[in-house]
């Protein structure tokens, strides 16, 4: 490995940015081929690590908070749980609530941890 290979290796560890050092080859050839300027070739790693770090911090936090499992709405058993309504739970799902700045509130008997509150804070 040379020197220059080395520090970029040293640097990118330094920055925690695994995607973008994955990247610098394949990157580096083809600025090289299509003469790309430092910001175009900047942005276009930068751009890599960005959607790396995009598509895994979902899944980071979840292992973080340590979840016993994993649940999603499509796994959901809408025959054993009658009294919640398919549609309203879908149409929640979809989120548009968060970009309406609007809040949600989930009631049910108390003593179960069932009531819930999610209100939106800028």
């Not at 990247?23 to 930068?46: G, I, M, N, V």
């Not at 649940?71 to 799902?93: I, N, P």
Request: with cysteine; proline share 5%; net charge positive.
């Amino acid at each position: 490995m040379s020197r220059t290979a080395s520090e970029l290796a040293h640097l990118f560890r330094a920055l925690k940015a695994p995607a973008a050092a994955r990247a610098l080859p394949t990157l580096a050839e083809r600025a090289r081929e299509e003469q790309w300027s430092y910001e175009r070739f900047a942005e276009a790693l930068l751009s890599t690590e960005v959607s790396s770090r995009d598509s895994h911090g979902g899944e980071g936090r979840i292992k973080a908070a340590r979840f016993p499992a994993r649940k999603t709405l499509e796994e959901f058993d809408f025959t054993f749980q009658r009294s919640v309504k398919k549609t309203v739970v879908e149409h929640l799902g979809q989120l548009d609530f968060l970009h309406a700045r609007e809040n949600v509130i989930l009631l049910g008997p108390p003593g179960r941890g069932s009531q819930c509150t999610f209100p939106f804070r800028e």
